[in-house]
């Protein structure tokens, strides 16, 4: 909850013109002693004090009750989602939110209401992406002073790796047969593309990879016979780790999407083969954050 140790106001520039307005208003008053003068300066000033409190209650007192945010590929958006509890019976009006590096959200909080506000923040690299300082502040009512406040919260997003351009799935791995090419689509699934071989079946071309100017590229199908698929660290191509990482979260996404049981072999351990969606996204989650031993 927000306190009064909490809260920093200061005047705008806006305020700052209106006080060299009021000082202008003041002299002008004294030095014709003008009794009208005097009294509007004193209720423009009145005015400027009042609105100092309402900033100020605009803010103390709200709660903020949490974060939440989902885990996203690298180089997309993560959502913030920040719950914010408005315990008073007053309307409070104009919150923006804000974190460096994203656009501020406006918000208007009901009396004794809770609002869901949505961040988005640039995930660029894998890993945990802290959400950073996120800054309260409210300009409300006449936009003379802004009050604000400061808030960090502990948790993140998980970031999992760029998938790598689609490649076929790693073949075998110790537990049977996982993989067998289907010589025709057919009810088969699609497995992936793989360079053109003289006698491939030319429905299988990829004809719009060949139209962009990449080369001869075949469609790739498999049965669905397979067992257990293993996904190896020491089967992904890649020059560096992150390649490699690349490389196991497309066949990641791959395997799910083929329905197919699978297992993942990094160098700090190994996950039991599995299918389901928690077993996907330990897995994904063992990419993010994966660290040499």
């Known amino acids: ?76 958006e993560a959502l913030f989602r920040i719950t914010l509890h408005n315990p008073s019976p007053a309307v409070r009006s104009a919150i923006n939110l804000k974190i460096e590096g994203a656009s501020p959200v406006t918000v208007d909080l009901p009396a004794t209401a809770r609002t869901v506000v949505e961040l988005r923040l640039l995930a660029a690299r894998r890993g945990r992406l802290p959400l950073g300082r996120v800054t309260l502040d409210s300009r409300y009512p006449l936009g003379l002073f802004r009050a604000w406040a400061y808030w ?47 006698g491939d079946n030319l429905r299988h071309i990829h004809w719009k990879a060949l139209a962009r100017g990449q080369g001869l590229r075949v469609k790739q199908f498999a049965t669905t016979q397979s067992e257990t698929l293993w996904l190896d660290w020491n089967q992904a191509h890649g020059a560096d780790i992150e390649q490699r990482l690349s490389q196991l979260c497309r ?10 049981p699978f297992g993942l072999r990094l160098p700090d351990g190994e996950l039991p083969p599995a299918l389901d969606e928690g077993h996907v996204q330990r897995a994904l989650s063992r990419l993010a954050l994966f660290t040499p031993p």
Do not use: C, K
């Open 251 to 260: 066949w990641v996404v791959d395997a799910q999407r083929l329905g197919f």
């Open 1 to 76: 909850m927000l306190t009064q140790r909490d809260i920093y106001i200061l005047p705008t520039r806006h305020g700052l013109l209106f006080a060299l307005i009021l000082l202008a208003m003041l002299l002008g008053a004294m030095n014709y002693n003008n009794s009208l003068g005097f009294l509007l300066t004193f209720l423009l000033g009145s005015l400027a004090i009042v609105s100092i409190l309402h900033a100020y209650r605009n803010l103390a007192g709200l709660r903020i009750e949490g974060v939440r945010a989902e885990p996203v590929f690298a180089g997309h």
């Open 152 to 198: 960090r919260p502990v948790s993140g997003a998980i970031v999992y790796p760029r998938p790598a351009p689609p490649q076929p799935l790693p073949d075998g791995g110790g537990q049977g047969g996982q993989w067998r090419d289907a010589p025709d689509a057919g009810a088969d699934d699609f497995r992936g593309f793989r360079d053109y071989h003289p």
